[in-house]
């Protein structure tokens, strides 16, 4: 059965600090996709990433950075010199890899709350 | 270029009776997928809609259904609720062909009593 663990339930960082967002995944099947979401006080998610296991190149999109290691079964988030508007619930997600464009059954990790206090 | 949108924002129903649920997907997008936060079960998903047709379902039973219209506007149900299914419900929306962005909307605050 797939399943995602985020071990760090709360994290709280003083801004300026880079902080590292654990994510572990369970997957029998070969290839699949990779998630990273964020959730901020108001509620609405925002979608930060989608990442097949095809490629495992790190990737960075301005302070964020994504690790993903097939071989730790990892898919770390790495925020650089966090700020306040940071602070939200991050959730990583599992999916099948699906022909298409297909979502796929989507799996959520529990979370991590990020603080990030000025 | 307007975003997503869920109607209605909060809605409180009583036990036994069904609730409809609306998602508006952004112009040209043909995927809407659908998701349930709890506190309990955190965030699950529900199904996926892609040109009127069910792509992908969730492990949920049979009281949640689902349809998308020719306009790709969405819409989720759930008959006979039980407390258990309060919960903030989220659509999201992405042209539905590859390794797009998805696009969520504010969601829907369901209670139960």
């Known amino acids: 059965a797939q399943k995602v663990t985020q071990a760090q339930t709360e994290i709280s960082v003083v801004e300026k600090e880079d902080v590292t967002l654990d994510c572990v995944y369970e997957t029998r099947d070969t290839t699949y996709y990779l998630f990273w979401y964020k959730q901020p006080p108001s509620g609405e998610l925002v979608f930060l990433i989608r990442r097949n296991s095809f490629d495992e190149q790190n990737e960075i999109s301005g302070r964020y950075s994504w690790n993903f290691q097939k071989s730790t079964s990892s898919f770390n988030f790495t925020i650089t010199a966090s700020q306040v508007v940071d602070s939200a619930v991050y959730f990583c997600a599992l999916s099948e890899f699906t022909y298409g464009g297909s979502q796929g059954n989507l799996i959520f990790g529990k979370g991590t709350k990020l603080s990030v206090k000025p | 270029k307007a975003g997503v949108t869920q109607t209605p924002r909060y809605l409180i129903k009583t036990r036994g009776q069904q609730v409809t649920l609306s998602c508006s997907p952004i112009?040209?997008?043909?995927?809407v997928s659908w998701y349930q936060q709890t506190p309990g079960q955190g965030l699950q998903f529900l199904f996926e809609y892609f040109s009127e047709t069910q792509r992908n379902k969730g492990n949920f039973p049979g009281r949640f259904s689902g349809r998308q219209f020719s306009n790709s506007r969405s819409e989720m149900n759930v008959s006979t609720l039980e407390l258990g299914d309060s919960a903030l419900y989220l659509c999201a929306s992405e042209v539905g062909f590859g390794l797009e962005t998805q696009y969520f909307g504010p969601g829907t605050r369901l209670l139960v009593l």
């Open positions: 112009s040209g997008h043909r995927s």
